[in-house]
């Protein structure tokens, strides 16, 4: 039985997936400390230049805008991707309906039943990262909102159309998680937690299918290739 | 059906809290126009009550500079260019023109007796001293039968012309049998909408009558709503904080002799010059917040330091009010200035949401998972050692079972 080496991702899309990584552990690291500030600045010195909860907010704002742009780029490659393009596996045709299942059952029979092709990305993987694309619009739209709030008077460094814009597109977040601004802070807080949850599933999940499929998968976002079985 | 579309149609036209200070020299213009004509309209009307604003001023000792400075700084808190200075001075004049039935419902009073109970009174507070107040359960002498005759009758004269004022919420449940009032046992539901009907505008003043406030915290067991929540068909103006700002008060009544309109209101019906910026944005200890210096326990270091109270649960960051500039108490100070944290008064639903001593991730909110009261930190982390076990169930059993597989 012989191997086949086959390209699943290119620099850019590997590039891309490990700025989204590291963001989002900024992202974070940086919101923990915004919702709840976890470590103290020196009390002990009071002229000492610490400017500690604003460089964590300038982080968190400054990751959140790399993560946007990069969701944008995602987005493109939804449609236009010269891999699979992940929207045909979104789809809920039968096709993709029976390879959803069978990669499901794959997983929960511990892989002894595998019944679908492994060299490309399957329609279970699609769902799972579409949610998860899902989870990133919801944090971009109600960080978006939270942060419009320190904008009343309805100026930025950039212009008024920047807040106005922001009202426009997020205000809705307030009346959907609610009605309160406290509850757009707590959907932002809880689906945190959801994406954290996210994230080990999915580390956990590519490490599995790496024992145990024995096809390299891990290193789709490293070197970009895996391998299949040649019959 | 209705509300459910009213929800719909708001959530697709939620005005942002923006307020323009500066609409150019034509719409000033033409806003003097309608104040002076306004104004002069007024000025010939009877006066509905004999106080005047010089009888009440003369009699604290107040002279007429000390209202001139007042008219200027009410003037800048209106948002309007200096030179109506002189129009705002006139309007508190006119004041004892605009008749004013003030309803008492399920409350503790406190709006009352924020604005009447100062012994150093500012100008704000005496100008709503001079207002023609027709009807106020809580302050006239006459009860029962002949309370309830002065009302109608006061309804009656200034039928169409009067403004509404509401303190305290609506309880809903059981019929509303759980707040009545008058011989007759009137629920208080109706009660607002008998008065509510005939008035020019409604003025909700107070936390409670604009969002049920404390009645309708959790379990809401008297159903308390806010009067946006059943009066239809009326200008609703919500002011709200607990207690109420007297200035503000003062503020809208004035903009209302001044134009005969209501002022702009932001997305919850509130009057945007007051409460159109946010109180951390103004806060005296902005920097403690930005600098990472926070007070960890009361009593502490930080705390004789004036650190910043957001760790004690202020929620100032999400809470928009003119407190931390106009301030309570004839101006004397305000609850983070004494070094309490804020808590949301001025917010819907605030008992529940944001009036706690702890920041909003180790609040006890009610759970999305339940009934059980979690903070939103140990429910995520519940979550996390939730996925974790999971995730350990299914490698460990990889391990044993998956071998097999492997092996053939």
């Known amino acids: 039985m012989s191997y086949k080496k086959i390209e699943r991702m290119t620099g850019f899309m590997r590039f891309n997936h490990w700025v989204v990584a590291i963001s989002m552990v900024i992202a974070i690291v940086t919101g923990l400390y915004i919702g709840h500030p976890y470590y103290q600045s020196f009390i002990a010195d009071p002229a000492v230049d610490k400017y500690v909860m604003a460089w964590n907010r300038l982080l968190h704002f400054i990751v959140a805008i790399i993560f946007d742009v990069s969701s944008i780029v995602v987005a493109y490659l939804y449609f236009f991707s010269r891999f699979e393009k992940a929207y045909k596996k979104l789809i809920p045709t039968w096709t993709n309906i029976k390879e959803f299942v069978d990669v499901l059952v794959n997983l929960i029979t511990l892989n002894r039943v595998k019944k679908f092709d492994s060299s490309h990305a399957d329609s279970f993987n699609a769902v799972f990262f579409f949610v998860f694309h899902m989870m990133l619009i919801w944090m971009l739209l109600t960080g978006l909102q939270l942060y419009v709030h320190g904008l009343a008077s309805g100026l930025s460094s950039i212009g008024s159309w920047w807040p106005a814009v922001l009202h426009l597109t997020t205000d809705w977040t307030v009346v959907v998680t609610g009605g309160t601004f406290m509850d757009v802070r707590l959907s932002h807080h809880y689906t945190m937690y959801a994406i954290i949850v996210w994230i080990m599933f999915h580390v956990y999940y590519q490490v599995w299918r790496t024992i145990f499929w024995k096809e390299g998968d891990v290193n789709i976002v490293i070197g970009g290739d895996k391998f299949i079985k040649e019959k | ?408």
């Open chain 2, 1 to 408: 059906m209705i509300e459910k579309r009213e929800a719909l149609a708001k959530m697709f036209s939620a005005k942002g809290s923006k307020v323009n200070t500066n609409r150019g020299t034509e719409y000033y213009d033409s806003l003097m126009k309608t104040m002076t004509l306004r104004l002069n309209e007024l000025e010939q009307t009877t006066a509905a009550s004999k106080t005047s604003i010089s009888s009440v001023l003369e009699s604290e000792g107040l002279d007429r500079r000390d209202f001139m400075k007042w008219a200027s700084a009410a003037c800048a808190a209106l948002m309007l260019p200096a030179n109506f200075t002189p129009l705002i001075a006139q309007a508190a004049e006119l004041m004892n023109r605009v008749p004013i039935i003030w309803i008492e419902l399920q409350d503790c009073a406190g709006n009352s007796e924020a604005i009447l109970r100062s012994d150093a009174p500012t100008i704000d507070e005496l100008i709503l001293e001079t207002i023609s107040l027709e009807f106020n359960e809580t302050l006239m002498a006459a009860s029962g039968h002949a309370a309830e005759e002065h009302l109608e009758e006061a309804m009656h004269t200034f039928k169409g012309k009067y403004l509404c004022v509401v303190e305290g919420s609506i309880p809903l449940a059981m019929d509303g049998l759980y707040g009545t009032i008058g011989a007759k046992a009137e629920t208080f539901k109706d009660h607002l909408l008998r008065v509510a009907k005939d008035s020019a505008a409604v003025v909700a003043v107070g936390t409670c009558a604009t969002f049920g406030g404390v009645p309708a915290a959790s379990p809401n067991p008297t159903g308390a709503v806010g009067v946006q929540d059943i009066v239809r068909g009326k200008p609703i103006i919500n002011i709200p904080a607990c207690p109420a700002n007297p200035a503000n008060i003062t503020g809208t009544i004035l903009h209302f002799v001044l134009t005969g309109q209501i002022p702009e209101l932001d997305h919850l019906n509130r009057p945007k010059f007051a409460f159109g910026y946010r109180i951390h944005d103004n806060c005296e200890r902005r920097a403690h917040f930005d600098a990472g210096e926070f007070v960890e326990e009361w009593g502490d270091e930080g705390a004789k330091n004036n650190f910043c109270l957001y760790k004690m649960g202020c929620k100032g960051p999400m809470t928009f009010n003119n407190c931390s500039i106009v301030r309570y108490n004839s101006g004397t100070n305000w609850p983070i200035g004494v070094g309490h944290g804020c808590i949301g008064c001025s917010e819907p639903q605030f008992w529940d949401k944001y009036a706690q001593e702890r920041p909003m991730a180790d609040t006890h909110f009610k759970a999305p998972s339940g009934g059980v009261e979690k903070t939103v930190d140990e429910f995520g982390l519940g979550l996390l050692t939730a996925a974790g076990i999971g995730i350990g169930i299914h490698a460990t059993a990889s391990i044993l079972a998956g071998k097999k597989e492997g092996d053939e």
